[in-house]
């Protein structure tokens, strides 16, 4: 029987609560209360992006979660000094290493670890050596799962952006093949394979379905969802599609 990775992991992701609190200023919507209603809805772990120009998850908000809640934090961030510091501070689970550009709307593309990977190097180790475990978010790329391999990565994040925004059909089949090469990949590479970015109740179902993978990072449907449903039935929601499609891939 083929490889199943057993239980699939949901990470919520808290990011835009922080994005509508932000846009009145003060304290209304918080993460935190996001964050512990997650937990409360059978989220596996929190994730909260801290970007260079905080537009949305604050400092106060990293130790607001790192002192609260009793889930694992998923620190994603640039790799820069100034982050790399910052997490060295918290020490949370885990920090995922993601591109950042100041004027994307959204992280847009995976990290370049090939073309980085000297820079990256120290900034792995460090966060290595102080105990959290490390995650580069890159493209379903044979040559950058290969270097996270070499720059003794344990975790992978594979962006499912070009997936989830591809026309339904081949163009979307391809993305998905894509990501079903690079999960097994990183799988047979001795990496713990995650994925995640634009997923909703759709374009869930099949990168669930996938073996090899063994966490998801949803945020941006959930919130949005939410609004309409509340948290704990968006992330029950979800949940549901990702264990049926996991009950799928078993049979
Ligand atoms: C890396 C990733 O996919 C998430 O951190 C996502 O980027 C969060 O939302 P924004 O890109 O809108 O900050
Ligand atoms: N790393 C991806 C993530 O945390 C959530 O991305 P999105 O669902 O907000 O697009």
Redesign the pocket.
Known sequence: MAYVHQHLRL?V?I??VATVRNARGGSHPEPLRAALLAAQAGADGI?A?LREDRRHISDEDIDRLMTTINLPLNL?MAATDEMVAIALRHRPHAA?LVPERREER?TEGGLDAVAGHNELAPKIAQLRDAGIRVSL?IAPDKAQLDMARRLGAPVV?LHTGPYCHAAPGPERQRELERLAEAAAHGHALGLEVHA????DYDTVRDVAALPEIAEL?????LIGEAIFVGLEASIHGMRQAMDAARAGAEA
Not at 196 to 199: A, E, N, R, V
């Open positions: 990470g992701n990011d835009h994730t992006h994603e995922c959204t978010f994040e995640g970015h634009g997923l990072n949803i945020g941006h449907f």
